[in-house]
């Protein structure tokens, strides 16, 4: 499975980005994508993710109401919409992809099998 990732960039406090990850490969291995973002010196942290079959999504209690997560199937593409944008957003943004169906707990847990080369969001004044 290959992840590629785009639409970081530099955002004012209060602004928003829409992120795209372009899914390839063994598609029909992959059950769940999502996004995990780390900021310089933090763990990584969970942010989103959407069952490919059923759509259902979780977001991390922290963004959610700000950031939506979705999915174009017939392209193979996942979106996260994120609004209202704070500086402690500012991270490395990664596409996650696994076979599993899981809850975002789960995910965040133990993480995702596949990841594709981060996007850089910074939220600054």
């Known amino acids: 499975v290959q992840l590629q990732a785009s639409g970081g960039g530099l955002v004012q406090p209060g602004g928003s980005l829409r992120l795209s990850c372009a899914v390839s490969?063994?598609?029909?291995?992959?059950?769940?994508v999502g996004w995990f973002r780390q900021a310089p010196g933090k763990e990584r942290e969970f942010v989103s993710t959407i069952s490919w079959s059923s759509g259902r999504t979780y977001i991390a209690d922290s963004m959610k109401g700000r950031f939506t997560i979705s999915r174009d199937n017939a392209e193979n593409t996942v979106f996260l919409q994120m609004n209202s944008l704070k500086t402690e957003d500012t991270a490395v943004y990664y596409c996650t992809a696994d076979p599993h169906d899981w809850s975002g707990s789960d995910f965040q847990r133990y993480g995702m099998t596949y990841w594709g080369k981060g996007t850089q969001v910074t939220v600054s004044s």
């Open positions: 490969g063994r598609t029909y291995s992959m059950l769940s």
